[in-house]
């Protein structure tokens, strides 16, 4: 259970903690970089290539450039469905060395890349390390991370993943005048070479070792990121839970891990279809349409993308202080008061003026929401609520399905604006936005302050889920 004070000592923590989490969390600057900076490259790739034949075959140029910008995604799918078993069976640190060198591949295929077959080879490439990147980022860091500062850690994957966001508008901004794709898709060679050399010297997660019947090893590692009066008490903790478990795929559907099941992939298709990639992807096309020029909304962009960094800031802060639930809660109301107002200024007629402001601010404050609450909550949810046997299978299952849907709605959003309008569109994501906050308040746990044994304890007892069934849930101060 959660102590009352929050000291060094009961905290449990030890400084080279955080440099380990902040080195893993560059697993989210991998694919923020990479969401941000396509839209802006692919501007430069139409003039470089013929986008009309794929192997000689022609195609219609929107289908191939469509091939090129959802090519990660795709990728991503595939590194996700095998990125969590892989991380149970070869271990999280050597997942994560693994999708350095795949996403490092993929960058350096795509700068010199000769054709837009290769190109496209390259995204899937690259996509396929985001994807490895996106389950073990945060699964890694949860299980080296002090319970009581758990989720401030985790959540700096999610500060990673908006940075790289924010790098890529930088940098399409710097290259707007007429700049070379190549290097703009190059430079994720960058981070991926940190990652991988920084890893080398980082510990394996002890939660993992113990698994593996490695013990002294899982000691050695929490000696080495907890005080002395913690390891051995964590290392009881893991001990019982292991005893316990029998670890394989079919766990997933046990009648005790399944509603986490139905959170996580809940939380993942939500945290989707409420838009923000709407937003992360089309902003420049959304602002246009409020009367922007090409420049202003370019420079608008990138005010957006601070606005995701410095809100997530404020999540990272608040998240182990607050709980995981009042953040939740609260940004999925202010979203869906958002997308209401949203949809409402576009349904206004001539979209000039002062309602093209009031968008632009509606834009601003919807990204603000979903920066404090769905964006950091579920990456960092999905690593607390499994046991540990099968926590990045779990994970897995979940990061797949959000890859999916971000597919899926990146994919059908330019359709949905002709076929129904913007306002319908974003009423539309509004009405997501309330049944995931109907969802969340009914079935999402609160994890804060719990190691994730105990969490798993309550798993197994069915109290996990809901609003009321924790002494440590919503409003509890530590
Ligand atoms: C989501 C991404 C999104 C990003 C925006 C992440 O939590 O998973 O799809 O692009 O937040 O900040």
């Given at each position: 259970?959660?102590t009352k004070?929050?000291t060094?000592?009961?905290?449990?923590?030890?400084?080279?903690?955080?440099?380990v989490a902040?080195?893993?969390?560059?697993?989210?600057?991998?694919f923020?970089?990479?969401?941000?900076?396509?839209a802006?490259?692919?501007?430069?790739?139409?003039?470089?290539?013929?986008?009309t034949?794929?192997?000689?075959?022609?195609?219609?140029?929107?289908?191939?450039?469509?091939?090129?910008?959802?090519?990660?995604?795709?990728?991503a799918?595939?590194?996700?469905?095998?990125?969590?078993?892989?991380?149970?069976?070869?271990?999280?640190?050597?997942?994560?060395?693994?999708?350095?060198?795949?996403?490092?591949?993929?960058?350096l295929v795509m700068?010199?890349?000769p054709?837009?077959?290769?190109?496209?080879?390259g995204?899937?490439?690259?996509?396929?390390?985001?994807?490895?990147?996106s389950?073990v980022g945060p699964?890694?860091?949860?299980?080296?991370a002090?319970?009581?500062?758990?989720?401030?850690l985790v959540?700096?994957?999610q500060?990673?993943?908006?940075?790289?966001i924010?790098?890529?508008?930088?940098?399409?901004y710097?290259?707007?005048?007429?700049?070379?794709?190549?290097?703009m898709?190059?430079?994720g060679?960058?981070?991926?070479?940190?990652?991988?050399?920084g890893m080398?010297?980082?510990?394996?997660?002890?939660?993992?070792?113990?698994?593996?019947?490695r013990v002294?090893?899982?000691?050695?590692?929490l000696s080495?990121?907890?005080t002395?009066s913690?390891?051995a008490a964590?290392?009881?903790?893991?001990k019982?839970t292991?005893k316990?478990?029998?670890?394989?795929?079919g766990?997933?559907?046990?009648?005790w891990?399944r509603?986490?099941?139905?959170?996580?992939?809940?939380?993942?298709?939500?945290?989707?279809?409420?838009?923000?990639n709407?937003?992360?992807y089309?902003?420049?096309?959304?602002?246009?349409?409020?009367?922007?020029?090409?420049?202003?909304?370019i420079?608008a962009?990138?005010g957006?993308g601070?606005?995701?960094?410095v809100?997530?800031?404020?999540a990272v802060?608040?998240?182990?202080?607050?709980?995981?639930?009042?953040?939740?809660?609260?940004g999925?109301?202010?979203?869906?008061?958002?997308?209401?107002?949203l949809?409402?200024?576009f349904?206004?007629p001539?979209?000039?003026?002062?309602?093209?402001?009031?968008?632009?601010?509606?834009?601003?404050?919807?990204?603000?929401?979903?920066a404090?609450?769905?964006?950091?909550?579920?990456?960092?949810?999905?690593?607390?609520?499994?046991?540990?046997?099968?926590?990045?299978?779990?994970?897995?299952?979940a990061?797949?399905?959000n890859?999916?849907a971000?597919?899926?709605?990146?994919l059908?959003?330019l359709?949905?604006?002709?076929?129904?309008?913007q306002?319908?569109?974003?009423?539309?994501?509004g009405?997501?936005?309330?049944?995931a906050?109907?969802?969340?308040?009914k079935?999402?746990?609160?994890?804060?302050?719990?190691s994730l044994?105990?969490?798993?304890a309550?798993?197994?007892?069915n109290t996990?889920?809901g609003?009321?069934d924790?002494?440590?849930?919503?409003?509890?101060?530590d």
């Amino acid at each position: 259970m959660a102590t009352k004070d929050a000291t060094t000592e009961e905290t449990g923590r030890n400084s080279f903690v955080y440099v380990v989490a902040a080195l893993a969390a560059l697993n989210g600057l991998l694919f923020g970089f990479d969401t941000g900076v396509i839209a802006g490259a692919m501007l430069y790739i139409q003039n470089s290539f013929d986008l009309t034949a794929l192997f000689g075959y022609p195609m219609s140029a929107s289908f191939v450039e469509g091939l090129i910008v959802s090519g990660a995604m795709g990728g991503a799918i595939v590194g996700a469905a095998f990125g969590g078993r892989l991380a149970d069976r070869l271990g999280r640190r050597r997942l994560i060395l693994v999708g350095a060198v795949i996403f490092f591949v993929g960058s350096l295929v795509m700068a010199i890349a000769p054709n837009v077959e290769v190109l496209i080879f390259g995204r899937l490439i690259n996509g396929v390390g985001i994807g490895f990147a996106s389950v073990v980022g945060p699964l890694y860091i949860s299980e080296l991370a002090p319970p009581k500062i758990r989720g401030s850690l985790v959540s700096l994957n999610q500060l990673t993943i908006t940075s790289g966001i924010l790098i890529a508008y930088l940098v399409n901004y710097a290259f707007s005048g007429g700049g070379d794709w190549r290097w703009m898709l190059g430079l994720g060679m960058i981070p991926a070479v940190v990652l991988f050399v920084g890893m080398l010297f980082m510990p394996e997660s002890p939660r993992w070792l113990y698994e593996q019947g490695r013990v002294d090893d899982a000691r050695d590692v929490l000696s080495r990121t907890r005080t002395e009066s913690r390891v051995a008490a964590e290392l009881r903790e893991i001990k019982e839970t292991v005893k316990t478990e029998s670890g394989t795929v079919g766990d997933l559907f046990k009648p005790w891990v399944r509603p986490m099941l139905v959170v996580g992939i809940g939380l993942a298709a939500f945290q989707q279809v409420t838009g923000i990639n709407v937003v992360m992807y089309y902003a420049p096309v959304i602002l246009e349409s409020t009367g922007f020029q090409d420049t202003a909304s370019i420079l608008a962009t990138v005010g957006i993308g601070v606005v995701n960094v410095v809100m997530t800031v404020v999540a990272v802060l608040l998240i182990d202080r607050t709980g995981r639930r009042p953040l939740l809660l609260t940004g999925l109301v202010g979203m869906t008061v958002m997308l209401g107002l949203l949809g409402l200024a576009f349904f206004l007629p001539g979209l000039s003026g002062i309602v093209g402001w009031l968008a632009t601010i509606g834009l601003m404050l919807y990204v603000a929401f979903f920066a404090i609450g769905l964006g950091p909550v579920f990456w960092l949810l999905i690593s607390e609520i499994y046991p540990t046997q099968i926590r990045g299978t779990a994970m897995g299952a979940a990061t797949v399905v959000n890859w999916a849907a971000n597919l899926l709605v990146s994919l059908t959003f330019l359709g949905l604006v002709d076929a129904v309008g913007q306002a319908s569109t974003f009423w539309l994501f509004g009405a997501c936005s309330l049944a995931a906050l109907i969802f969340c308040y009914k079935l999402v746990p609160e994890t804060k302050g719990r190691s994730l044994e105990e969490i798993e304890a309550d798993l197994r007892e069915n109290t996990l889920v809901g609003p009321d069934d924790h002494p440590d849930a919503v409003g509890s101060d530590d």
